[in-house]
C-alpha cells in the first residue's frame, strides 16, 4: 500500500467491481425482475382465470379435483391461490406400481404416467385451465443464480464469487469515499469523467443499506454450499438429519396406507390453524394417505408479513380432526438464516414495500452499469493520447454496449417470446429462454463489431421499441390487453402493461441522450482551439 490505505481500497473498489460487473449487473436486473415474479408469471399465462373465492372454497374444490383425478396418488399437495397468484397449482405423488415404463426413444413427460403428476386448477370452477407452458418470472428469479445454461453447482459458486466480490467493492467504496455524504448531494451534468463519477456516487449511496444487505443476504443464502465442511463434519453419514433438525422439520410420513375412511371437511382443519395463528392466512396443505383411515394432512401458513422465509406447519389426523403436530421451534442460529434468507427474497413485503425494494434494485443496476461505463470513461483520455484504442478498452466498450444496453433487449425479448412462439410448441418454456438469450447475444454481437457511441444509441431505441410496443403486441396475440385489464380492476395485468411503456420511454430518452452527446473538451483541446482562435483574430 505505498500509495496510500485509502488509494489502495480505491484500486481495489476499481478491479473488484469491473471484473465481475457485467455478470453482476445480469444478477441484479434479473434478481430486482423476480420482485414481481408472480406478477410476470401471471402477464405470461393470460389465460389463467381471477380468483373470485375464499381459500376454503378453493381448497374444498381442489380436493374434488384431486379425487377424481389421481384417486391412488400416495400425497397431494395444493397451492391455494392469493392476491398475486389467482390460480391453484397441485401436484401428486403415485405409487410406484402405478409408473409406466418409459417407451423407448420417447422421452418421459413429468404427467403422462409418471411418478409425479400436476395440474393447474381454476379456483372458481375446480376445472383444470390449459394454459401455455411458460416459466414465466420463476425464470429470472433462478436465473439471478443459476444462470440457466451453466450446470447448477458452478453456476451457484460463480455466482458467490461475484457477490463476495460485490460486497468487497461496497466495503471498498464506503472507505474510498471520505464525503460518502456529500458525495449523495452532489451531481454535476456536462462535466464528463467527473458527471460519471457524481452519478455513481450518487446512485451507490442513495441505496447503499439496501446494496450491502442484498449482498450478504444473497451468499448467506447459499452458505452451505459455500461452506459444507461443519455439516459433513456433525453429520458425515446423513447430511439429511443436519436439515431435519437445523430448520425443525415434522418427521416425514413413511408409513403405509391403512383402511379406508371418510375425512373430516377441509374447511374444519383450515379454520382450527388459523385459530392456532390467530387468524394468519393459509398458503397450502398436503394430503398424505388420502382416503386412508390413517390420512393425515399437514397445513402450511402463508409467508404474510414474516420476515423469516421459515414458515410454521401444522399436523392434523385427516379423519378425527385431531391435532398431531406442530413444527417445532427453531433455534436462534435457524431463525437469523430464515430472517435473512427472507429479507433476501422480501415475500414478507406489501405493495408498497416491495415497490420500493424494486426501485432499489434499479438503483443497484445503474450504479452496476455507471461503474462498469466509469471504468472506460477514465481510460479513454489516455489512450486518445497515444492516438489508438488498445485491445483492453475497446473489449470493455463492447462489453458495457451488450451488458447495460444489451440486457434489456433481451428482457424485452423474453416477453415478445411468450406472446409468439406457438401456445403448442414442445419445450416452450424452454424456447422462451433461448429468444432471452438469443437476442442478448445479438446485441453482444453487434456491440463487438462496433463498439461504437451510436451503438449504444441504436441499442438504447431498440430496447425501448421493444418494451413500449408490448402492450401493443399484448392485444393483438390475446384477450388480456390493457384495455380489458383496465376495464375489469385487473390492475396486476394493467400495470404490468403500463410498466413496459414507463420502461420504453426511459431507454428512449436514454438513447436520445446518447445520440447528443457530446463529450467535454479536454483542457489540452480547450488551449489549443482558444489559440487557434487568437492567432485568427491577429491575422485578420
Known amino acids: 500500500m505505498k500509495n496510500g490505505f485509502r488509494q489502495s481500497m480505491a484500486w481495489l473498489h476499481t478491479w473488484t467491481g469491473l471484473l465481475v460487473g457485467w455478470l453482476l449487473l445480469l444478477i441484479f436486473m434479473a434478481g430486482t425482475a423476480s420482485y414481481y415474479r408472480e406478477e410476470i408469471s401471471r402477464w405470461m399465462r393470460p389465460e389463467l382465470p381471477r380468483s373470485t373465492v375464499s381459500a376454503d372454497d378453493a381448497a ?24 398475486r397468484n389467482p390460480a391453484m397449482r397441485m401436484f401428486w405423488r403415485n405409487p410406484e406400481s402405478m409408473v409406466k415404463p418409459p417407451v423407448e426413444g420417447e422421452k418421459r413427460r413429468r404427467r403422462g404416467g409418471g411418478r409425479f403428476g400436476d395440474a393447474t386448477v381454476d379456483p372458481n370452477t375446480g376445472n383444470e385451465v390449459t394454459a401455455r407452458e411458460t416459466r414465466g418470472g420463476d425464470f429470472f428469479y433462478r436465473l439471478h443464480f443459476d444462470l440457466h445454461y451453466i450446470p447448477v453447482i458452478w453456476a451457484r459458486y460463480i455466482v458467490g464469487f461475484c457477490a463476495m466480490f460485490m460486497l468487497v467493492a461496497i466495503i471498498s467504496g464506503v472507505i474510498t469515499h471520505k464525503k460518502i455524504f456529500k458525495d449523495f448531494f452532489t451531481f454535476r451534468p456536462q462535466k464528463g469523467l467527473r458527471s460519471w463519477l ?3 456516487n450518487v446512485s451507490a449511496v442513495m441505496a447503499l443499506p439496501y446494496h450491502a444487505m442484498i449482498t450478504y443476504t444473497g451468499i448467506v443464502t447459499l452458505m452451505f454450499l459455500y461452506l459444507p465442511w461443519g455439516v459433513k463434519s456433525a453429520y458425515p453419514n446423513d447430511e439429511d438429519a443436519f436439515f431435519s433438525e437445523a430448520f425443525a422439520r415434522m418427521a416425514e410420513v413413511e408409513s403405509p396406507a391403512q383402511g379406508t375412511a371418510v375425512p373430516v371437511p377441509i374447511q374444519q382443519l383450515m379454520d382450527s390453524a388459523r385459530k392456532q395463528w390467530n387468524g394468519a ?9 388420502p382416503g386412508a383411515a390413517n390420512a393425515v394432512v399437514d397445513i402450511q401458513q402463508r409467508d404474510g408479513k414474516r420476515l423469516s422465509i421459515d414458515t410454521p406447519s401444522l399436523r392434523y389426523d385427516a379423519v378425527s380432526g385431531q391435532l398431531l403436530e406442530a413444527s417445532p421451534g427453531a ?9 435473512m434468507y427472507g429479507l433476501h427474497l422480501a ?3 406489501d405493495w408498497g414495500l416491495r415497490a420500493l425494494f424494486f426501485l432499489s434494485g434499479l438503483i443497484g443496476c445503474l450504479m452496476v452499469a455507471s461503474g462498469v461505463v466509469l471504468w472506460a470513461v477514465k481510460e479513454r483520455p489516455k489512450h486518445a493520447k497515444s492516438g489508438r484504442t488498445g485491445f483492453g478498452l475497446r473489449l470493455v466498450d463492447a462489453l458495457n454496449i451488450g451488458a447495460v444496453a444489451g440486457l434489456p433487449i433481451a428482457f424485452a425479448a423474453y416477453f415478445w417470446g411468450n406472446r ?29 463489431i462496433w463498439p461504437k457511441r451510436m451503438m449504444w444509441a441504436w441499442q438504447l431505441y431498440v430496447g425501448a421499441a421493444l418494451f413500449a410496443l408490448i402492450p401493443l403486441l399484448n392485444a393483438l396475440t390475446t384477450n388480456a390487453h390493457l384495455g380489458a385489464s383496465i376495464a375489469a380492476g385487473d390492475w396486476v395485468l394493467a400495470s404490468f402493461d403500463l410498466c413496459m411503456i414507463a420502461f420504453g420511454a426511459m431507454l428512449a430518452y436514454c438513447g436520445w441522450r446518447m445520440q447528443r452527446w457530446q463529450p467535454p473538451l479536454s483542457a489540452a483541446e480547450k488551449k489549443r482551439r482558444q489559440q487557434a482562435a487568437a492567432a485568427a483574430e491577429a491575422s485578420a
Do not use: M
Not at 60 to 83: G, I, Y
Not at 331 to 339: H, K, N
Not at 422 to 427: H, K, N
Open 420 to 448: 409468439l412462439l406457438p401456445v403448442q410448441l414442445a419445450e416452450r418454456s424452454a424456447a422462451e429462454a433461448n429468444v432471452f438469450f438469443w437476442a442478448w447475444c445479438a446485441a453482444l454481437l453487434a456491440a463487438f
Open 198 to 200: 457524481d452519478f455513481h
Open 281 to 289: 392466512d393459509i398458503a397450502g396443505f398436503t394430503v398424505y394417505r
Open 331 to 339: 433455534g436462534g442460529a435457524t431463525q437469523t438464516r430464515g430472517v
Open 60 to 83: 374444498w374444490r381442489a380436493l374434488s379435483f384431486l379425487q377424481h383425478k389421481a384417486p391412488l396418488a400416495e400425497s397431494w399437495t395444493v397451492t391455494l391461490p392469493d392476491a
Open 347 to 349: 415475500r414478507f413485503a
